[in-house]
């Protein structure tokens, strides 16, 4: 399993990164877990941002160059241009890990509204790919999230990076059809291979590529397609691919 301090840690003897014209900063809110660390250590190998923040519960003194540890009072001065909420699962938390803030489903939208008040115009939820991953209570909270809610609040920019298959869907079917629907996902050479789940350091490297490119599209809200997620997990430049898709290229 992916440690936090080891996928951040391995990135401490990186050279310096070169300042850009005017400085973007990123923030990551639910860093503790396996993607999440693999979203951190994906934003801080970009190199794109002069900072990349984890929003913090208790305070901690990051060692490695470029990371910085954001109390909640402090949101607003750290100054983040994009922020990305991610989902995931407990695991035992020790050290830093249990200082890291863990996001609730259900508070998604009063966490964007508040990331949005700190001056983030761009925000990408991303979400484990694999619903099998995750315990009940946390998918039954993401199958519920008010996304009107968060597009409403007016970013620039808003992806939602979902599970591969979508529950709120099958939960509106017949009770026979949802049986059908599940007992058809326990055989997966059954599901299409572009619906299958993908693992969290390729969800973690479209996340970090969306990042690095939405400032320069246009405005809209997005759902990434399990497609795309697949075919990044192919191999190739995954900049490319995400590039393509954010210009319409299908």
Sequence with gaps: MLDTQQALGALARQPPR????TARRALVVGAGGALGAAVMAQLLATRDFERVGALVDQAITPALAGFVAVPAPEVAAFG???ALVV???QRHAHGREAAL???EPAALPALAQRLHGAGARRLIVVVPHAPSLLPMALQQGLASLDEAAVAALGFEQLVFMRMAQDRRAAERLP???RLARWMLSQLRWMIPQS???VRATTVAKVAAALAQQLAQARHATRVVPAALLWQAAQGGDVGTLV????????
């Design 87 to 89: 989902f995931d699962r």
């Design 175 to 177: 009770a026979a059809q």
């Design 80 to 82: 983040a241009d994009t």
């Design 18 to 21: 070169l300042r850009a014209a």
């Design 101 to 103: 803030s863990r996001p």
């Design 243 to 250: 590039a393509g898709w954010l210009e319409g290229v299908a």
């Design 195 to 197: 619906e299958q789940p």
